[in-house]
């Protein structure tokens, strides 16, 4: 028998959220989640994720769905589970920095709508960026689930995430997330970092893995051993390749030992059902590419998450440089390294791989994206490591490093886009939408409200 630590595993499942996202670009449609709701709801998992992370932008740009009523339609669909989402710290959903009366509203707003867990992380590690979100989830009665950006690094050993999670525990998370986004974690040492965090903290230690590598269910397996008390898993229709393990197969290998998670799985075959009808569907339309299904260990090389590795082929398809395919990749960790070692999660993977670009396009730093500017003045925070201060001053010049949290620079902005909203937003959850996606938001809410004005006439005729 296995030498196992602790009791039942708990399984968080992501076919509602990271699981469509890693594998179909987010395009799940509610119509889609709907039907297989009450039979997740029966199922037993210790939390369904299913908001945040792309979902909420996807909604409104490709989909023609208010990200707030499909979360309010799957916490009707699903009273009894708890409801998960992915949130970037001061970035919310969107892709820069917002002020604290902005990321207050809408953890408020989250909670209000039906978001039990909000797992909270920042693409640095620079937990200045998530203090605002710890504390308005603790405030409005929500379970702060602390997420660690796990990379490797000659910065980002052990004992760096060990004093992480030490610090996230001090700040008030509920439970501390090791966020493995680009699936290098390997078994021995997922043993061992789970074991090292687990004697460090009190509260519950919770693992997220992809299978990019084709080693993610040997992670799980390794981590249920050290004790972990909670892994990500998706269904099979939606699970391996870049997304997570799948949870038929993680439940069936755990049965019958001491971590068995006591998940049914019949009726997780019941469940894999439905949405393989979805999954065959998408595949018919073309939403997901065989790329996504496949392992491909070179991640582990160039730490190129699976999202990270289609931006870099889309970028060099447009330049009409796809023969320049792996000199970018060689390009992607020269890069990072010049830049302090950021974990490469969004933004930062795509800030990197752009600048990666441009240096095999044009050559070697001959130009600066915005965004790498950004990164190098420290407007996302601090760098985990010794930025290369030559490529720092070719990108930024004299212009002073900035060394506060971030969002100290930023004025109160809640009463500002309540003032440029406030004539098509109806709801706080509206401001909130055009706040964080300004050039999508208010034309989705005219679209929206305009259809709802054409069906009450409709039915108006009909009477």
């Not at 052990?158 to 439970?175: I, P, R, S």
């Amino acid at each position: 028998m296995l030498d196992f630590n602790g009791g039942k595993l708990n399984i968080t499942d992501t076919i509602l959220r990271d699981s469509h996202q890693s594998h179909a670009a987010t395009r799940m449609r509610l119509e889609d989640m709907l039907p297989a709701c009450e039979l997740l709801d029966s199922m037993g998992y210790w939390s369904v994720e299913c908001w945040g992370g792309a979902t909420f932008d996807a909604c409104m740009r490709f989909l023609d769905e208010d990200p707030w009523e499909r979360l309010r339609k799957l916490r009707k669909a699903m009273p009894n589970t708890k409801l998960q989402m992915l949130l970037r710290g001061q970035n919310l959903l969107g892709y820069r920095h917002y002020g604290d009366d902005v990321v207050d509203a809408f953890c408020k707003k989250a909670i209000e709508n039906g978001i039990d867990v909000v797992r909270i992380f920042d693409a640095l590690n620079d937990t200045r960026n998530m203090e605002a979100s710890i504390k308005s989830v603790k405030k409005y009665g929500g379970i702060v689930e602390a997420a660690l950006s796990y990379t490797t690094s000659p910065v980002h050993d052990e004992q760096y995430f060990v004093n992480k999670a030490l610090e996230l525990e001090a700040m008030g998370a509920d439970t501390i997330c090791i966020k493995d986004m680009a699936n290098l974690l390997l078994p021995k040492d997922a043993y061992s970092l789970v074991e090292k965090i687990k004697a460090a903290v009190k509260v519950p230690v919770h693992l997220h893995t992809h299978n990019t590598t084709g080693t993610g269910s040997m992670v799980y397996m390794a981590a249920a051993m050290a004790g972990v008390d909670i892994i990500d898993c998706a269904l099979s229709p939606f699970a391996n390749g870049t997304s997570q393990p799948g949870t038929e197969s993680m439940v069936a290998a755990l049965q019958g030992t001491p971590r068995d998670t006591g998940l049914d799985l019949e009726k997780l075959s019941k469940a894999a059902a439905h949405f393989r009808t979805v999954a065959d569907k998408m595949e018919a339309e073309k939403l997901i590419s065989s790329k996504v299904l496949r392992v491909d260990p070179k991640t582990l090389l160039y730490q190129v998450p699976g999202g990270m590795l289609s931006n870099l082929i889309s970028q060099l398809k447009q330049a009409n440089a796809e023969d320049r395919y792996e000199e970018v990749l060689k390009e992607v960790p020269r890069v990072r390294e010049d830049f302090g070692y950021p974990p490469l999660v969004t933004p930062t993977s795509q800030i990197v791989g752009s600048q990666a670009v441009l240096n095999v396009l044009m050559g070697r730093y001959k130009s600066f994206t915005k965004e790498s500017k950004g990164l190098l003045k420290g407007e996302y925070g601090q760098l985990p490591g010794k930025v290369n201060e030559e490529v720092r001053k070719m990108a930024i010049g004299d212009e002073e490093v900035i060394s506060c949290r971030p969002a100290d620079l930023i004025e109160p902005e809640m009463d500002k886009i309540r003032a440029e909203y406030g004539d098509i937003c109806k709801t706080e959850e509206d401001l909130l939408s055009c706040a964080l996606f300004p050039q999508v938001a208010p034309e989705f809410i005219k679209r929206r409200d305009d259809l709802i004005v054409h069906e009450i006439e409709v039915e108006w005729d009909g009477q």
